[in-house]
């Protein structure tokens, strides 16, 4: 483990209708396990939303209501998803959002929390790249020459993710 960053995790990315837990849904989940940092296995499903996926969330991820709708349901989909990620440690990128909304449909539909332990990216891209204009992920990809074709898909924004992972590794094994 270096500097807090674990060797066995689960990258972990959802896609939603908007930005609150409380009044917007999950519409994509995907998650790649790592076991010594060397990708294992993968895990994807779109959400079948009960409400409209706006055009502007279409554009943004390129999800349409009808892939959508042709999604698993939210309790299906969380099981699922519960069942691939185990007890490992979650790693994301701005994970917070992606943890809220989880923890909060776990709550809603079993009961339950969401209790994994997580590691954020952008704090150490924050710590570690410190010169940068802003740190959203596609600024940290670019910095790093990472492509983001195909972002706000959740599956591709967990590639990112770790690829820009590897990246602040290599800076922070350095120092």
Do not use: W
């Not at 990258?11 to 294992?40: F, H, M, N, Q």
């Not at 959508?68 to 299906?76: H, K, N, P, T």
């Not at 940068?132 to 990112?160: M, Y």
Request: charge should be negative; proline fraction near 3%; glycine fraction near 8%.
């Amino acid at each position: 483990m270096l500097d807090g960053i674990p060797d066995d995790y689960t990258v972990v990315d959802i896609e939603t209708t908007g930005l609150s837990p409380s009044g917007s849904e999950i519409i994509e989940i995907s998650a790649i396990k790592y076991r010594a940092r060397t990708a294992v296995s993968e895990f994807s499903t779109l959400v079948r939303p009960k409400g409209r996926i706006s055009r502007f969330i279409t554009n943004l991820t390129g999800i349409t209501q009808q892939m959508a709708d042709g999604g698993a349901d939210i309790e299906r989909a969380l099981l699922s998803f519960g069942d691939f990620l185990g007890g490992d440690v979650i790693v994301g990128y701005n994970v917070n959002f992606d943890i809220n909304f989880l923890y909060d449909n776990l709550m809603s539909h079993f009961g339950r929390p969401l209790s994994n332990d997580y590691v954020d990216v952008l704090c150490y891209a924050r710590k570690y790249l410190p010169g940068l204009p802003n740190h959203k992920q596609a600024t940290v990809a670019e910095h790093f020459g990472i492509s983001i074709d195909g972002a706000h898909r959740a599956a591709r924004d967990c590639l990112i993710c770790n690829n820009c992972l590897e990246k602040l590794r290599l800076i922070i094994e350095c120092l």
